[in-house]
């Protein structure tokens, strides 16, 4: 009997142990599962920043957009301006520096800032008084705009913008970046806006990475600097 009874205890006394370490043991455990959680929440995503004269703030999307992207007309752009029947008034007109074509018949016209279908709804209206209800088309014909390219690049100078062109496209028009010297985090383009000139910093090493979605867009006449990195001995 008396091994029985000693049984009987140790058996107790195991049970007791087991509801004593049972609800440590579940905080423990709620524990590490509300940290595997807290770890998994996504992290807030910031918009990219760039520098407008020397001050940091997120870039709006008016200044990474070019006017080409929503296809308006600039200074230099040529365009033709054809009639389904009344060919005499048939022109190409490259837009002058004041975003005018000039016009026979009907004078100076504000091209530069507009889109083609403006321009077009535009000539239509003007032109009607001469031509009745003929069809006016107007298309879009080159671009003699230009951009310059300085600093650490194969081929510095002007580029001429033919299309649609971000500040990447550009260097490479220009023979490339210089791979031992270029600094293509801290690259300038400069532009006049307003009678101003400002300053516009981007970081194409994240282009180059692919992971700029919002590619730069140049316009007519703007600089493209890419820095020199420094070297300290």
């Not at 008396?2 to 049984?7: D, R, T």
């Not at 990474?64 to 022109?91: C, H, K, M, P």
């Not at 077009?120 to 209800?133: G, I, M």
């Not at 580029?159 to 550009?170: G, H, I, N, S, Y």
Request: with cysteine; proline share 7%.
């Amino acid at each position: 009997m008396a091994p029985e009874s000693f049984n009987y205890r140790a058996v107790n006394l195991n049970d007791s142990a087991i509801k004593a370490w049972r609800l440590p043991l579940l905080y423990l455990l709620f524990g590490v599962v509300l940290l595997i959680v807290g770890c998994q929440e996504p992290r807030p995503v910031f918009p990219d920043s760039g520098s407008i004269a020397g001050r940091t703030s997120p870039l709006p999307p008016d200044i990474r957009t070019s006017n080409y992207a929503t296809n308006l007309l600039q200074e230099g752009d040529i365009v033709s301006i054809t009639f389904q029947y009344s060919t005499n008034f048939n022109a190409v007109q490259k837009i002058a520096l004041d975003g005018m074509l000039n016009l026979e018949t009907v004078g100076p016209v504000k091209a530069a800032g507009r889109t083609v279908m403006e321009l077009q709804t535009e000539l239509a209206r003007l032109y009607n008084p001469q031509v009745k209800d003929d069809v006016v088309t107007v298309k879009f014909f080159s671009s003699g705009s230009s951009v310059y390219i300085s600093g650490a690049v194969i081929r510095p100078g002007k580029v001429l913008m033919e299309r649609p062109m971000t500040a990447l496209e550009a260097i490479m028009e220009a023979g490339g970046f210089d791979p031992s010297r270029a600094k293509l985090s801290q690259v300038t383009v400069l532009r006049i806006e307003d009678g101003k000139q400002k300053a516009y910093k981007l970081d194409l090493k994240r282009a180059l990475r692919g992971a700029d979605e919002n590619p730069f867009y140049l316009k007519p006449f703007d600089i493209v600097h890419v820095p020199t990195k420094t070297f300290n001995f």
